[in-house]
């Protein structure tokens, strides 16, 4: 009765596993002791098996399907959709029809957040656009920093997706898929590559601003073991709430605690073997780990002055304090996110998120563009130039991007107001690439002429996915879980990889 019970308890595909192998190795297992031939093996068995237990570890380094260009990565999202139209696609002839209506036919079956279509019209950038690079890139005067960066990046002019909403936007842009319960992309990494960090999270979370209107959700493991979920790092103190002891308590109690607990747990592991019990284990474990680790990591003292000065990590706030992505210490903030994301990818850390909101410029565009570009710029070219000074940007690829872009229409949502911003817009937005194996200094896909769709290489969200995949040598076709009765992937039922992004 004990072992059926036992069974009831293991998930579906365990139990088929067991069903397929224990039946036999019982039967085999029974014939050899009645011979007397396992009696050595099971008491050498019985003394091993506590340590068998403590290595369980789910961010173990696993092989890739093929060869890798990639080994870890840093993801800038700029939550609330960055208007691709003042910084990646100059589009003159959007200047030129500057407060003209669309013909109806363009508009009828769109769907906008807030615009009215009855009376929307254009709206030019009044953006500067500049060859850059020996490669050519155009992009706007507001990227003075990364335009010196161009022939290292690759920009992606023709990236879209289905959803035109923040949340369901920010869910398909980081799990594949507009709705909840995904994991996220670097959930999805540390799954199938496991983590080379043994002292610090494979998955890292930072923010600054005031956060994204998706959340964790954004950073979540969904039905994967909660292990290969993204762990928040705090900006100011310790990075993770309780990771000193209390007074009073010393490192060798807290050991002798943790031993005590991980038999417990190890216990009910191989009575239910149960996912979330290793993860359990295993958090445990780097908990403790981390409290030597991450104070060494976040300590700049080892920094140069040169380096604290190319990322402005000690820079203050301009006079301007963007409504949306400001604060009293964004521009230090995001910066210091940025290099510790340097640090945190020479430490073995596979995926790091660095979080700014917002980008959402329904309305005072000019001057809150300013304001978060100039949060953005310097720190992510610093970042950039960084890696590939100590020989990382090779294998780390670095990406910028929001949820969607802003559309080419003014937004007009109250009436008699002036237009001063841009509505959502997924049908054509742009993406910034460099390092980790992509052919950088060039620019893939174009839109239209005034940036409404586009016209070559359009990229589906699960292509761009299938293609940061390939650069981990990970098939997005293999790397699945089974889920409901499916397999499930991230890329969902789409995505093809893009060559022409690959070096």
Known sequence: MAFLEQLVNLKRRQFLASSANAVGALALTSMLSDDGLLAAERAESEESSDSDAASVNPLEPKPPHFVPRAKNCIFIFLAGGPSQIDLYDPKPKLVELNGQALPESMTENVRFAFIKKESAKLAGSPRKFEPRGQCGMELSDLLPHLSTCADDMTLVRSLYTEQFNHHPAQLMLNTGVGRFGRPSFGSWLNYGLGSESRDLPGFVVLTAGRGSSGGTSNW????????????????QGDPVLNLANPPGVTREMQRE???LIKRMNQRRLSETGDDEIASRIAAYELAFRMQAAAPELIDFSGESQQTRDAYGVDRGEPEFVGERGGGPTVHADFARNCLLARRMVERGVRFVNIVHASWDH?????????????????PVAALIKDLKQRSLLDSTLVVIAGEFGRTPLGENRVPGKPVTGRDHHPFAFSVLLAGGGIKAGQVVGKTDEIGWSPIEDPMHMNDFHATLLHLFGLDHLKLTVPFGGLDMRLTNVGGKVVEKLLA
Do not use: A, C, I, W
């Open 220 to 235: 979540s493991s969904g039905f994967l073991p909660s292990t290969y979920q993204g762990v928040l790092f705090r900006g």
């Open 362 to 378: 329904h309305s005072d565009l000019e001057p809150e563009l300013k304001y978060n570009t100039s949060v953005l710029d310097q």
């Open 257 to 259: 605690s943790l031993e």
